[in-house]
């Protein structure tokens, strides 16, 4: 498991993370959300050994990460910016991890390789930005460790490369217990494949929160009315959100189903349904109460 602990990484008069209290379980998918320059980068850094808190820890299992050979074979960093060694291939790369990486699936990167369509002898500084991002991808998959860091690791890739990457990092968790942990300022990319979520603005985690936790209790209904509806007509309801155009309501309120669909049926409307609420919606909703825009934060 992964635990920070008032973990603080200043640069100069600049606090990049700002005493951050993060846990990580193993074997879920944790997306770390937050807009440009909220501290994601650095944050995954220190999670992987690059950056040294200046406060705080961070650790796995109760052990530094930082200067931790044996810790660091454990978990694969796949960086925003990527990084390969000079007119190498990603043959290449692939024998530099086998020597770091116990665990590396020969097999399953020949796999990869053919299914994404790369040439493992070709030159990597001749790959566009897309194809660089999925080298990487296959060989932190195939690197077997328990962890795998992605900072925007779907940038840059094609929709149908986006959902294959997401439909392999399901299948190790899955099968072998990967604990990803996935930074992105776009909710949308992290919906489908997180089941835990924390928001970091300015250094700091804002809230850190189970999705179906976060998703209990909170319901988006659809209801048309033929007549108007009284001003008072929704006193009594947990009320998030209540948007009115024409006859149709949209409204996303807290409670339970059963108790929801009773009490709109008991004002009569002419159609009523309830709604999945994505991603982004929860979060609206969780950050006003907290007193915060999200719209601000991300976007």
Not at 99 to 104: P, Q
Not at 123 to 147: A, P
Not at 232 to 240: E, H, K, M
Request: aromatic letters at 10%; one cysteine or more.
């Amino acid at each position: 498991m992964i635990t920070a602990d008032n973990a603080t990484k200043r640069f100069d008069q600049i606090t990049a993370v700002d005493h951050v209290c993060a846990e990580v379980r193993n074997g879920s998918v944790y997306g770390l959300i937050g807009s440009n320059g909220a501290g994601k980068s650095t944050f995954l850094r220190m999670l992987s050994g690059i950056l040294k808190p200046d406060e705080g820890t961070v650790q796995i299992d109760g052990a530094d990460i930082f200067e931790n050979v044996a810790l660091k074979e454990r978990f694969f960093f796949i960086s925003d910016e990527q990084f390969f060694f000079p007119n190498c291939t990603p043959a290449d790369m692939k024998n530099y991890y086998k020597r770091f990486y116990s665990r590396f699936d020969d097999d399953r990167y020949r796999k990869l390789m053919d299914g994404f369509g790369l040439d493992e002898n070709r030159k990597i500084r001749t790959f566009s930005k897309g194809m660089k991002k999925q080298v990487s991808v296959i060989c932190g998959i195939c690197s077997g460790t328990d962890y795998l860091f992605c900072d925007e690791t779907f940038d840059g890739l094609d929709p149908v490369v986006r959902q294959t990457v997401k439909s392999l990092f399901a299948e190790d968790v899955e099968n072998r217990g990967l604990t990803p942990v996935i930074a992105s300022h776009n909710l949308r990319e992290l919906e489908d494949i997180c089941d835990h979520v924390g928001l970091l603005h300015r250094g700091g985690i804002l809230f850190s929160r189970d999705l179906d936790e976060m998703k209990l209790g909170m319901f988006k209904m659809q209801c048309i009315f033929t007549s108007e509806l009284p001003e008072n007509a929704w006193a009594g309801f947990d009320l998030l959100h209540l948007d009115k155009r024409g006859s149709l309501y949209t409204l996303t309120a807290r409670g339970s189903r059963e108790e929801l669909l009773d009490r709109v049926n008991a004002m009569q409307p002419t159609f009523c349904e309830l709604l999945p609420l994505t991603l982004e919606e929860i979060f609206i909703n969780e950050t006003e109460v907290a007193g915060y825009d999200l719209k601000k934060l991300l976007f």
